[in-house]
């Protein structure tokens, strides 16, 4: 292979080492909790300048950068700060958070403390979904592990700052991830987001104070960025898109798997075709997905060009697609949580439309009448299309139903739910189409099911 | 506090350790309502009214709960419960079959309890573990991979009792305690 195609493990260096466990002994052997130190040695506010500096964005799904998130808490309203990690790991096609817990869990736990003295929190959590049973178990125990070497919670490190670490199980729902719906769950209450503004984190978040919610990735990132310094660490990758991202490929490819890589360090076909080893012999590409469920869908077929941030110009193909925040991005998708889906061309996309459309129908919380109903009839649609039932004009229907939700609802899974719809019926619109026309041979010859 | 839930001495410290850990007790109903599910399987509504009175809310408040989120129950799973994920990247490689071949070999539709109440299945949405799909939990249990002739041969396993000691399908997070006791 490629030595460019070698991985950079930041995040995930000790995870699959033979050698290494998840008890605090390997992590105190490979230098852990010394970077904590160093950050106790610094001001609250020097700490947060260093993530200012870094440009680290966050790796939950939107990129946001993490520096200018802490700068927005409002500080002057004397309410308690708080500090939560979204562990809810529940974007279709993600799964690098539940490497870093289970594998690495004190990791976390030193980015946590580091963050949580750099925005003065006065308690912090971790919300993991409840499918991550023993996740739960591995996080409780290092905490343990933490407190009894003085690494958490009470005078930590002999200082007068003071911070408990708790560990929140969800109860299997998705929009647990959206930041005020994991808010309103934390505060024991149905899930349901509330709007921005008003009810922005960093403003008015748990028991309505301050609150800064960052993904588990993100969090991570925090202790490698005071342990090399701001600046030093957005060296890493490129302007605007630093550090390492854990990519998660699933799908139809020969190696699917966890890979990370420096920001901007390959392309999607290489990473496609060069580190998940291609697709099985005989089959051709037919779409990715590139950035979890709620990514618009990439053709394999597509050109983009346009102009990037900086000016200069770009014209790719699937496979000339960069791998970091922007260049997803550029092509009018996202990188979001890093969920690469890969289909070939075995799928049948109207089945593989049907299959996300029933997902988003179970999710929503059922707020927002657009969202609720428009997420239903989606699923509704286009299972009736894959039962034999599909129409010509299933393809507008579709497109309408979507388009009245984006940009009508509480919260962004409106968005999340409808891109999906709207890019697969413009993007592979003959497909819908050919759906009316299709013979019960057709669909019997399809070994794959779907939905 | 009196106990007609009948609850172990385990569970009820268990409950008094997690609430004083948050700010205000109604944020630990969901860790409450987990406790008393392990133990009891479901949350009826006696369970609701008594876990209500212990976070001081009303029983409303831990109902709505109950009934929202997907992993709480009013009625319990089987004595072993199986889920199945059904989510696209684990449909990609597999999973509707596995799933079906899980109700056959089982003898219980997804979504259901067997009559004798031995297994259940479920057809759940994503596990995040969608590299090695398709995934498949048993009660707390990962397993990857669980496709085709495997997915046969991993129900044969499960029915009888036969699933921890295979060499085959180790599960993730025995792989990792293997570690930690190295
Ligand atoms: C529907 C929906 C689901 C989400 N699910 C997750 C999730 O599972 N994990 C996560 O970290 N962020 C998720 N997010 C993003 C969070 O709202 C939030 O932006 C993120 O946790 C912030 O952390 P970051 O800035 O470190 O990325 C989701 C957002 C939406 C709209
Ligand atoms: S957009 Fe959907 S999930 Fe979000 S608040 Fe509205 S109904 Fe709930
Ligand atoms: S789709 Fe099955 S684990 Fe994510």
Not at chain 1, 47 to 52: A, I, K
Not at chain 1, 105 to 122: D, S, W
Not at chain 1, 411 to 431: I, N, Y
Request: net charge negative; glycine share 10%; with cysteine.
């Amino acid at each position: 292979m490629n030595a460019h195609l070698q991985e950079r493990r930041i995040i995930l260096k000790h995870a699959d080492d033979p050698s290494y466990s998840n008890l605090i002994g390997c992590y105190l052997r490979e230098g852990g909790y010394e970077t904590l130190k160093k950050a106790f040695a610094m001001k609250p506010e020097e700490v947060g300048e260093e993530v200012l500096k870094s440009g680290v964005r966050g790796r939950g799904g939107a990129g946001f950068p993490a520096g200018m998130k802490w700068k927005f808490l409002d500080r002057k309203s004397g309410k308690p700060i708080y500090l939560i990690c979204n562990a809810d790991e529940s974007e279709p096609g993600t799964f690098k958070d539940r490497q870093i817990m289970y594998k690495d869990p004190h990791q976390l736990i030193e980015g946590m403390m580091i963050a949580a003295y750099a925005i003065g929190a006065k308690q912090a959590f971790i919300y993991i979904r409840a499918e991550f049973h023993e996740g739960a178990r591995i996080l409780n125990r290092a905490i343990q592990e933490a407190k009894d070497n003085g690494y958490c919670g009470d005078n930590i490190l002999g200082s007068s700052y003071s911070c408990d670490l708790v560990v929140h199980r969800g109860a299997g729902a998705y929009i647990c991830g959206e930041e005020t719906g994991l808010i309103e769950s934390l505060e024991g209450k149905r899930p349901n987001p509330r709007i921005k503004p008003p009810y922005f984190p960093a403003v008015l978040g748990l028991y309505q104070c301050p609150t800064i919610v960052n993904n588990v990735e993100t969090l991570c990132n925090v202790r490698h960025i005071i342990e090399m310094g701001g600046e030093e660490f957005a060296k890493i990758g490129k302007p605007n898109n630093t550090g390492t991202r854990i990519w998660c490929v699933s799908g139809q490819v020969m190696k699917p798997g966890y890979y990370e890589f420096e920001c901007g360090a390959l392309t999607l076909g290489e990473m496609i075709f060069g580190v998940c080893g291609g697709l099985r012999p005989g089959r051709s590409l037919k779409a990715v997905i590139p950035g979890g469920s709620s990514s618009k869908i990439l053709r394999a077929d597509e050109r983009f060009s346009g102009k990037l941030k900086d000016g200069t110009e770009f014209d790719w193909g699937l496979e000339d697609i960069p791998l970091d925040f922007d260049g997803p991005a550029s092509v009018g998708s996202m990188s979001g949580s890093g969920g690469i889906i890969v289909m070939d061309d075995t799928v049948d996309i109207v089945e593989a439309m049907a299959n996300i459309n029933a997902f988003y129908a179970h999710e929503s919380c059922g707020q927002c009448t657009p969202c609720r109903e428009g997420s239903l009839w989606m699923r509704k649609i286009t299972q009736r299309m894959c039962s034999g039932g599909a129409r010509e004009e299933d393809a507008d229907l579709l497109l309408s139903v979507a388009n009245q939700i984006e940009g009508r609802t509480i919260c962004a899974f409106g968005e999340a739910a409808a891109w999906p719809t709207q890019s697969f019926v413009t993007k592979f619109r003959d497909d819908f189409i050919k759906k009316a026309s299709e013979t019960v041979e057709e669909k019997n010859s399809r070994k794959l099911q779907l939905i | 506090m009196s106990n007609p839930l009948n609850l172990s001495e385990n569970t009820l410290s268990k409950i008094d350790e997690v609430v004083p850990k948050y700010p205000e007790k109604r944020s630990a109903a969901l860790m409450v309502i987990h406790l008393v599910q392990d133990e009891l399987g479901a949350v009826n509504d006696f369970a609701c009214e008594w876990i209500a009175n212990r976070l001081d809310l009303q029983p409303i408040n831990i109902k709505e709960l109950v009934t929202f989120y997907p992993m709480l129950r009013e009625k319990p799973w089987g004595r072993k419960h199986v889920r199945v994920c059904r989510t696209l990247p684990c449909a990609l490689r597999g999973s509707y079959a596995t799933c079906k071949s899980f109700e056959k070999k089982l003898g219980v539709k997804e979504g259901h309890v067997r009559e004798d109440g031995e297994y259940s299945l479920e057809f759940m949405e994503c596990l995040a573990d969608c590299g090695q799909g398709p995934v498949v939990i048993v009660d707390e249990k990962t397993y990857e991979n669980v496709d085709g002739d495997r997915a046969e041969k991993f129900a044969d396993l499960l029915l009888d009792g036969k699933l921890d000691e295979s060499d085959e399908f180790q599960s993730y997070e025995d792989a990792l305690l293997k570690k930690t006791e190295e």
